[in-house]
């Protein structure tokens, strides 16, 4: 994003405050369910002050999650019909599957993008077009590897059907992975999403596929990092 101009007259910053407003753009904020995590190791840091290995142990296991839970400002394209990653990682598959049975789009297979993603990603989702929900639906499953193809189909995962304004569905659908083990999903039926908007959380390792109407033309291929609401991964027909 663009610096705001400085209004006439307004003070030069301190160098205090100009370290402080270059941390706070540097630092990514922590997404509020990351909050208890952190506080636990800070609260182990604190009670073990008297303890250097405590202290450190503690500090370093609250910068380590922190940077887990960050929560980075994106900005997404404004070109119309298009689907941006809904999550950062690596591109897993780029193929046609049935999407899931949960959301009642049909048997005929759709083109899908399945996108892996590490401890070191960033862990939020985000809405892949801009629309309104039409159905969310959690099923309970397995916790197999996220990166094998049989995930999709019985892992533990959260499916979200959105309608854009043009009547296209789009499917995403957050899969628990090996060490993860809690799928937060903050959208409900009849929720407006805007493109990009950030709607979920998956931790410590997943994936997350994203189902596109047929005749959709695929933009990217099986490696290739993405970048959450910013990389184009689909048009939409």
Known sequence: MARKPTPPGTPPPTSVEHVLELVRKTIPPLHPAGIPFVAAPLAVAALGRNRKWIRRAGLASAAATAGFFRH??????????VVVAPAD???????????????????????????FLSVLDVHVQRSPVGGTVSKVVHRPGQFLSADLADASEVN?????????RDGAD????QIAGLLARRIVCDAQVGDTLPIGDTYGLIR??????TYLPPGSTLLVERGQKTIGAETVIAQLP
Not at 72 to 81: C, D
Not at 156 to 164: D, H
Not at 170 to 173: D, E, L, N, Q
């Open 89 to 115: 990682g690596e591109v897993a598959l780029v193929d046609t599957a049935v999407p899931p049975a949960e959301l009642e789009m049909g048997t005929e297979p759709r083109p899908r993008v399945s996108i």
């Open 204 to 209: 410590f390792g997943s994936r997350v596929d």
């Open 156 to 164: 533990e995962r959260n499916s979200m059907l959105l309608e854009t």
């Open 170 to 173: 789009v499917a995403v659908v």
């Open 72 to 81: 980075p400002h994106r900005v997404p394209p404004n070109r119309v019909g």
